[in-house]
């Protein structure tokens, strides 16, 4: 192997142009790689962190309401135009043995009961139309951390203390400590103390939101010791949708994933990851024709040298060693600079680009396109290495 090594670097150092010209075309294959992969990364975990950064990966529900039609007699045609039963706020039965049930499920990192239902807010004469959410700070902030989200004073929600949304806030023109009568759908009504503003980063949320307590929330919705659902983190956010599925054969709930509710949203990541896919399949592609091409004119151009090793004693697999050397170490010193230099272009991205979000480059990344690119030149020069393993020494020399 040592001899195959020296023959093979005494070949590309003879022909630097070509050499060079073809590590160059595989820098640019793996800097493209390496910048698209990492910035297709980037904006998908910044897209999912910004989406389930407000809600949860699983919302475990009661059932829908469905009509009470009496059954249709058999052999009999059914004519009958039966209207959708309209859904009330309902509490999920026995939940705290639900809640114990779904913590212990494999996959499941975090769960939190949670009440919630429509009110509005008055201050003055000023009357918004929100969404109360009364919860178990402690649990809840596990699967929303809403303590990351507070902007003004702290995550502190009891009896008569709540927190509202910014936008909220400054259409009712509230800061800390001011008073906010609250109105239930059940009509119930409760004045709270504004304890914290937080920010979601999402319009409709921060003008909406209201938390409080689970007490105060059962009380203004009619719910006195129900929650309307339980919120699930999973341990993998992509394993969502098979645990939702057991979740509703298991307990009979309704169980919805972030995967069904944000279809749209799946979708585009899906495709964003298929075009990062095609990219790096036709950059590779383009860098392996371009290896070949070169070591196909290095095998016409070197068919003498080949044919004298041949004279010589070399094995038609020391020849086929040669070349496959060739291409490994074209692809490996390509790949390496082209890795150089695409984490380059991210980390300047980064520091002059527009900063709408990170892009990181993962050291798996880096490794990732070092060995493609050397498997992709080692089987780019396995034609060239073949043709040259093939050729008879004694026409080779004769006639060349």
């Known amino acids: 192997m040592g001899l195959s090594w020296r023959i093979a670097f005494h070949f590309l150092r003879d022909g630097k142009a070509q050499t060079l010209l ?70 999920i039965n026995n939940w705290p043995g639900v809640l114990g049930v779904l913590q212990s499920l494999p996959g499941i990192a975090a ?19 929100i969404a109360v959410l009364g919860i178990a700070p402690r649990k809840y902030v596990r699967v929303i951390p809403l303590d990351r989200h507070i902007v003004q004073g702290r995550l502190d929600v009891g009896a008569r203390r709540i927190l509202v949304g910014d936008r909220l806030a400054q259409d009712l023109g509230l800061r800390l400590g001011d008073k906010l009568r609250v109105q239930g759908a059940a009509g119930g009504s409760q004045v709270f103390d504004v304890a914290g503003v937080f920010s979601l980063g999402v319009r409709d949320l921060d003008e909406r939101y209201v938390y409080m307590g689970l007490k105060p929330a059962q009380s203004l919705l009619g719910l006195p010791g129900g929650v309307t659902e339980i919120d699930l983190t999973t341990q993998n956010i992509f394993d969502a949708e098979s645990i939702a599925t057991r979740i509703a054969a298991l307990t009979g709930l309704k169980s919805e ?27 590779g592609l383009s860098a392996a024709f371009g290896i070949a091409s070169v070591l196909a004119v290095s ?29 490994a170490a074209v692809g490996c010193a390509g790949s390496m600079v082209g890795a150089a230099v695409g984490a380059g272009i991210v980390h300047a991205f980064n520091v002059w680009g527009p900063g709408l979000f990170y ?36 026409v080779a020399i004769r006639y060349v």
């Open 22 to 91: 073809i590590i160059g075309g595989v820098a640019v294959g793996a800097a493209v790689i390496v910048f698209i992969t990492a910035l297709v990364d980037g904006l998908q975990s910044n897209i999912v962190e910004r989406t389930l950064g407000t809600q949860p990966h699983i919302v475990v529900s009661a059932p829908d309401l469905v009509p009470m039609a009496p059954p249709v007699p058999r052999n009999s045609v059914d004519l009958r135009a039966v209207d959708a039963r309209p859904q009330r706020l309902r509490a």
């Open 257 to 283: 994933s972030w995967m069904s509710t944000n279809a749209q949203l799946l979708n585009a990541l899906r495709s964003q990851s298929l075009s990062s896919a095609l990219i790096r399949f036709f950059v």
């Open 359 to 394: 892009v990181p480059v993962a050291a798996g990344l880096v490794v990732e396109a070092v060995v493609l690119a050397t498997v992709v030149g080692v089987a780019a020069a396995v034609l060239p290495a073949l043709r040259a393993a093939r050729l008879d020494p004694v």
């Open 299 to 327: 095998v016409v151009q070197r068919t003498r040298e080949i044919g004298i090793l041949r004279a010589m004693g070399a094995s038609r697999v020391r020849v086929l060693s040669v070349f496959l050397l060739e291409g």
């Open 111 to 129: 769960a939190s009961p949670l009440i919630s239902g429509p009110a509005f807010a008055q201050r003055g004469t000023a009357v918004r139309a």
